[in-house]
């Protein structure tokens, strides 16, 4: 068990560009969450997958915002056309399928966006 | 709407003393409630949980919380603080409307002395 893992850990970019975040669950976890954390806040949901089936995404923040988890194991995150209020940390976290809602989530350290 | 309220920003404590950080719920139905700690430019880790059963929920590192259902509470505590403990620690409570995302509080800030 190595943990969740993202890449990178930190991500500078203009404003208007695309960027795209990766997140590797632990191993034997079916789900994975994506949340987004502001300075000062608790991390807010964005979207989850079970396996490969994204399950919840109207919490998107807008139609920039997309992910995907094509063969159900690593995911993407992407935000395209960046904006000075997409600077934020962005963190994955995966759980085991069994539950509704009761596994504990494991978190990744995050990816930090910089919007210049 | 589900929430999760941390009353304090910040709680000071000094080492070897008992601490509590508090945290309140509002959801419909059963709470699934969780603790979690962050250390700097470091993700969330998870502390403990409370499903059902015992009130007092026992998690990693000596800590503990107690759920008062008619409170609406799951305060956070340890019997003796460690300056090792002095981090963000967020309360989060599962979304019935989200499958099994969480909401988080905003956190509060543990500050052990020593």
């Known amino acids: 068990d190595t943990g969740v893992s993202q890449d990178p850990r930190h991500k500078i970019t203009k404003r208007g560009q695309n960027v795209t975040f990766r997140c590797d669950p632990i191993?034997?976890?079916?789900?994975l969450y994506w949340y987004r954390q502001t300075l000062g806040q608790g991390p807010e949901f964005l979207t989850y997958f079970q396996n490969e089936a994204q399950l919840e995404k109207s919490r998107l923040l807008s139609d920039r915002f997309s992910a995907e988890r094509p063969k159900g194991s690593f995911s993407t995150l992407e935000i395209q056309r960046t904006e000075q209020g997409d600077s934020a940390m962005y963190l994955c976290?995966?759980?085991?399928?069994?539950?509704?809602?009761?596994?504990?989530?494991?978190f990744g350290d995050g990816t930090r966006l910089s919007i210049l | 709407a589900q929430s999760v309220a941390q009353p304090e920003d910040q709680v000071n404590v000094a080492e070897g003393n008992p601490l509590t950080v508090k945290c309140t719920y509002s959801?419909?139905?059963?709470?699934?409630l969780f603790w979690y700690v962050q250390y700097p430019n470091r993700g969330l880790q998870f502390l403990l949980k409370y499903i059902t059963g015992d009130n007092l929920v026992k998690g990693s590192y000596g800590f503990e919380a107690e759920f008062n259902k008619s409170q609406t509470s799951f305060h956070l505590k340890k019997p003796s603080a460690l300056v090792s403990d002095s981090a963000l620690y967020f309360c989060?409570?599962?979304?019935?409307?989200?499958?099994?995302?969480?909401?988080f509080g905003k956190g509060t800030t543990l500050s052990v002395s020593s």
């Open positions: 976290a995966s759980s085991p399928l069994e539950g509704r809602g009761n596994q504990p989530q494991h």
């Open positions: 191993s034997e976890h079916n789900r």
């Open positions: 989060a409570v599962g979304d019935n409307q989200a499958g099994t995302a969480l909401i």
């Open positions: 959801v419909s139905g059963n709470p699934y």
